[in-house]
Nanobody
Framework: QVQLVESGGGLVQPGGSLALSCVAS????????MGWYRQAPGKERELVAA???????NYADSVKGRFTISRDDAKNTVYLRMNSLKPEDMGVYYC???????????????WGQGTQVTVSS
């Protein structure tokens, strides 16, 4: 019913920047909170940043001041701008969105397939 597709991952040197995008499509009525999570090898998936439908943002302490989350509701898209990347930022980045589909007001969480971010010299 709803698909999330991430793009923008890749290989970057420490101190570099990357921009991720995630587009939601399908039978969407309303998107509530959108967010980015990451999972490093051998670690649990963790919240990186989230943005509410009202534009309120929340960041993991480890990325505050370096990452910026934003959204374009007209395009059903959430972005993550990542600056001053560190090796510890490496992992698979997943997009998440709370969506109510057409015909219901119930919210359900959807995940993208993930995009790899590698920070290495």
């Amino acid at each position: 019913q709803v698909q999330l597709v991430e793009s923008g991952g890749g290989l970057v040197q420490p101190g570099g920047s990357l921009a991720l995008s995630c587009v939601a499509s399908g039978s969407i009525f309303k998107i509530n909170t959108m967010g980015w999570y990451r999972q490093a090898p051998g670690k649990e998936r963790e919240l990186v940043a989230a943005i509410s439908s009202g534009g309120n943002t929340n960041y993991a302490d480890s990325v505050k001041g370096r990452f910026t989350i934003s959204r374009d509701d007209a395009k059903n898209t959430v972005y993550l701008r990542m600056n001053s990347l560190k090796p510890e930022d490496m992992g698979v980045y997943y997009c998440n969105a709370e969506v109510s589909t057409i015909g219901t007001t119930l919210l359900r969480g959807y995940w993208g397939q993930g995009t790899q971010v590698t920070v290495s010299s």
